[in-house]
């Protein structure tokens, strides 16, 4: 932070002499003046991933909200929106578990996302996104909300200590589901794990292979107890902090209105008029805003805890 802020005098300092010079003397300074605000900008985005597990890579779990089919539908698109936005950076896509839905759509889908800060910058993404359009599946091309919500969660590696007993596990085998066709799958290889402590079921079926399936299913259920440990943490911070109120699960973060043409993060008043464009991944600035708002509301926590 400190860096950042030294180069951000350095920089107000070249723009109050780039007033003073010359058209010549302008154009000559304009390299110097690009390349520190391109660092500038590079150290800013360094400091809104400065928090914990921010470099880990991502679990990403989608489930439509109520709507049936519409609300199935919708979130099969954030899945493919969500895809898309990893392959825009080269980052990879594993499956572990997508369960279709019953006429359209999914009912449920979980991947991991791997690459450099994944997990820090697909964070801001959780929580309920909304859709409005004129449904597909409306004879009469009525206009439709629905709702899906996204979770998003650090994949835990072999550095954060979860210790997971076997006698606390339920592991079940069962024949994977499918659409049909050659893809069916003709042998026990989907696996369900259950964490009888906590309740807690990890399904996975999108390899052939039961020993992969199961290797998957442990590690997204490592995640999910580290997570729940890490809430627990944070709901004794949020009694300590009194007035500073948790962010509520039940409220949308954005919304998506295809007939009307636009994008709007309800939490950053940030809007964009270009939804197919953000459905086919074109996600960065509104989580660079996400991130600008989470990292406001960390300092206004801490501002909080520091008061009392």
């Known amino acids: 932070m400190e860096t950042y802020r030294g180069l951000e005098s350095d920089l107000q300092g070249l723009l109050e002499l780039y007033e003073e010079l010359s058209a010549e003397e302008r154009e000559a300074l304009r390299p110097e003046l ?58 990879q896509v594993e499956v572990v578990d997508v369960t279709p839905g019953a006429e359209a759509g999914i009912d449920y889908a979980q991947i991991i996302v791997r690459g450099e800060n994944a997990y820090g910058l697909l964070s801001p993404e ?69 964490h009888l402590p906590t309740g807690i079921t990890v399904t996975c079926q999108t390899t052939r292979s039961q020993i992969k399936n199961k290797e998957l299913a442990l590690k997204v259920l490592k995640s999910r107890l580290f997570e729940l440990e890490w809430k627990k943490k944070q709901e004794e911070l949020r009694k300590l902090r009194g007035e500073v109120r948790p962010i509520e699960w039940g409220s949308q973060i954005r919304s998506y209105v295809l007939d009307k043409q636009y994008v709007k993060d ?43």
């Open 266 to 308: 309800h939490r950053t008043g940030l809007m964009r008029f270009d939804p197919q464009n953000v459905l086919d991944g074109d996600l960065m600035d509104f989580i660079w805003a996400g991130l600008e708002w989470k990292a406001g509301r960390r300092e206004a926590q801490e501002e909080a805890l520091a008061e009392d």
């Open 34 to 91: 690009e390349e520190a605000a391109a660092k500038l900008d590079e150290l800013y985005h360094a400091t809104l991933l400065s928090f914990p597990h921010a470099e880990k890579n991502a679990i990403l779990t989608i489930q439509p909200g109520a709507g049936g089919t519409e609300a199935c539908d919708w979130a099969e698109m954030l899945l493919r929106m969500y895809t898309r936005f990893a392959e825009r950076q080269g980052f």
């Open 126 to 194: 959780a929580g309920v996104h909304r859709l409005v359009r004129p449904s597909p599946f409306d004879a009469s091309g009525r206009r439709h909300t629905s709702f899906a919500g996204v979770e998003v969660m650090p994949e835990v590696d072999d550095t954060v200590e979860v210790v997971i007993r076997p006698e606390d596990l339920r592991i079940d085998v069962f024949r994977a589901q499918g659409h049909g066709g050659q893809g069916v799958n003709t042998t026990d290889s989907a696996v369900r794990v259950v």
